[in-house]
């Protein structure tokens, strides 16, 4: 589904991918993980299409298609959802105004017609229920005022709703308290489908006891030092990345 | 993104640019008595009312044209603007749609008014001014059994000289202003509305002005009076044609509002603001002022302007009546080189009188736009209010957006409050967007929408969409 061959990517002059190649199939649920300033986010950052990032060797297919030759909007369009770690907030703009636009975007990218309103607020009510949030929330203005968990969590509500191909959360576990993490992680384990890919970045093993991985692949200086299973989270937890880094050497 | 990519997306034509081809009745350019006398024979008009603007014409004289707006435009040359243009029509004019030069109707077409539909569906009397000449008005007969009067002011000055011989001038005097005693000489049509004691206006009443004729100014000049009880809910619209000169636009807008009285002014003003490097465009000066002179009267201006290469416009509300209250309502988008010092004035006379001030300014492309606003607070408003709410956002870093309010407070028992705030579309705004599929136009179209919410609410329904769309249209592109 998703292919990322030899990716270079520079930040205002600085490598910070140095050969990065990932491979996900439909199906499966990946976590990325690694320290501090490894270039965790700017993958997912990379294949969102976020400005600021150049590559300047390498390539990434979504399903076939040359994403770096996408639109921003194309690549969600494609089914390439992007969670936010700080999503942004937008003062005036109603959420459930948001998750409309967003919805029919992608739905009129697809050749469908706008989604009835009746089953558009059914679609909605249903999933807000799911998050355990309240029906208050689509009249606030998105992310306005939202607490930590309240942001993460809408993030997760709008992945419900869009229903993309391949969902790609960066460190949706930040900030977040047991309850929420567990409600997140519920979100996150209802998207997991034969048809469809989770793609995990994460600091903390501590998700993945709730989310499990079917790989988990250690980034360390721009590249995958190490993939394995759910079980290398746990090996990473107990020895840190330096002893990963050792024996990757 | 990057400097030149913005400035493209900046870059938009105006869509309502088109010329009607239709022979005009004009007069030479230039200013004189001659001129204010030929306007005045060929709208048929009594002799006081020949005094009355060549009073206002001699005033203009010695009257020196206001430089304390924040706006930047050569010299108008009043000799080189010609002050009177009429649709070559039969004289009496046409007494219905049928009866209408058909090219005229198809360019209410393209500006997508359809005017007997609209009319007919909507319950809407439209008094469709084109050029100088009121040329058809829908419904005037179910407003009459009302006891309403809605018609052209030239009509008026003919058919009720009495009103106008007691409310004509009496909120915007004469010599008020520069470009207020230049209308007052050389006015050529408008809308005049009277809706008498007890009475609520059964529709909403609309008209649309446009440009067209070139190298003509249009002076138009509207007077509403709502006796006691009465209310109004009125609607103005405009869009124009795409000129290479500038096109100087001087219009006077009084309102009376008596005991417990409502008029409800909504504008959705669409003219064209001239190309990208300032080149053409419309020269808007506008004098629009509402006097609360009954006690408890209540006069609501609402906004949104978006045409106009110079925009200079204060609605203003006199709070003279006792609780009375005066609402102002704005959203003013300036793009490309578009210039705009707008705002309103609250003068509070009465006991116990408010105002309301809720001010949207959007500034895009390399424009530069000014709320300049009033609040003064008489020795005898005792306990008078006003709230002021004024916000800006920036797209792009091209653009500027100043405040100017100013507070004369002469009262101890006044409150006076005011908020204001600038923000700027981010960058990560967009992108949040874009990443859930939404166009990057649509998602600046959501945005914006979404900051001027407060104020289209305040719209008539119809208006509100049409408003939106406007929006639309007059952003596309302006990203950064």
Known sequence: MLQVTDLHVTVEDKEILKGLTLTINAGEVHAIMGPNGAGKSTLSAVIAGKDGYEVTQGSITFEGKDVLEMEIEERAQAGLLLGFQYPVEIPGVKNIYLLKSALNAQ????????????????????????????????????????????????????????????????????????????????????????????LLVTHYQRLLDYIVPDKVHVLVDGRIVKTGDAELAKQLEANGYEGIEESAA | ????????????????????????????????????AFISKKKGEPEWMLEWRLDAYRQWLNMKEPSWAHLDYPPIDYQAISYFSAPKRPEDGPQSLDEVDPKLLETYEKLGIPLHERAALAGVAVDAVFDSVSV??????????????????????RDYPELIKQYLGTVVPVADNYFAALNSAVFTDGSFVFVPEGVTCPMELSTYFRINAANTGQFE????ICENRAQVSYLEGCTAPMRDENQLHAAVVELVALDDAYIKYSTVQNWYPGDENGKGGIYNFVTKRGDCRGARSRISWTQVETGSAITWKYPSCVLRGKDSIGEFYSVAVTNGRQQADTGTKM?????????????????????DQSYRGLVKIGPR????????????????????????????????????????????????????????????????????????????????????????????????????
């Not at chain 1, 998050?131 to 009249?139: E, N, P, R, V, Y």
């Not at chain 2, 870059?11 to 309502?16: A, G, I, T, V, W």
Request: aromatic share 6%; glycine share 8%; net charge negative.
């Open chain 2, 136 to 157: 058809t008005t829908t419904f005037k007969k179910e407003l009459s059994e009302a006891g309403v009067i809605f018609c052209s002011i030239s009509e008026a000055i």
């Open chain 2, 347 to 367: 003068i509070h006379i009465g006991e116990g009188t408010r105002s309301y001030i809720v001010a949207k300014g959007i500034s895009a492309g390399k424009s």
């Open chain 1, 107 to 198: 739905r009129k990218a697809r050749g469908l017609e706008d989604m009835p309103a009746p089953e558009f607020m059914k679609l909605v009510k249903e999933k807000l229920g799911f998050m355990k949030m309240d029906a208050s929330f689509l009249q606030r203005a998105v992310n306005e005022g939202f607490s930590g968990g309240e942001k993460k969590r809408n993030e997760i509500l709008q992945m419900l709703v869009l229903q993309p191909k391949l969902a790609m959360l960066d460190e949706i576990d930040s900030g977040l308290d047991i309850d929420a993490m567990k409600v997140v992680a519920d979100g996150v384990n209802s998207l997991r489908a034969e048809e469809r890919a989770i």
């Open chain 2, 221 to 224: 000049r509207t007077l509403i």
């Open chain 2, 381 to 480: 408003a005792k306990g008078a209010r006003n709230f002021t709410q004024c916000d800006s956002l920036l797209i792009g870093d091209k653009c500027g957006a100043h405040t100017f309010p100013y507070q004369e407070i002469g009262n101890s028992t006044a409150t006076i409050e005011h908020e204001a705030t600038t923000s700027k579309i981010g960058e990560d705004q967009l992108f949040y967007c874009r990443s859930r599929g939404i166009s990057e136009e649509d998602a600046v179209s959501m945005i914006v929408n979404g900051f001027c919410k407060d104020v289209f609410q305040e719209l008539p329904m119809e208006f509100a969409v049409e408003a939106e769309a406007l929006l639309n249209v007059t952003l596309e592109g302006a990203v950064g």
């Open chain 2, 1 to 36: 993104m990057a400097t030149e990519e913005m400035e493209q997306l900046v870059r938009r034509e105006y869509k309502d640019g088109f010329v009607t081809d239709i022979e005009s009745d004009t007069l030479p350019p230039g200013l004189d008595e001659d001129t204010i």
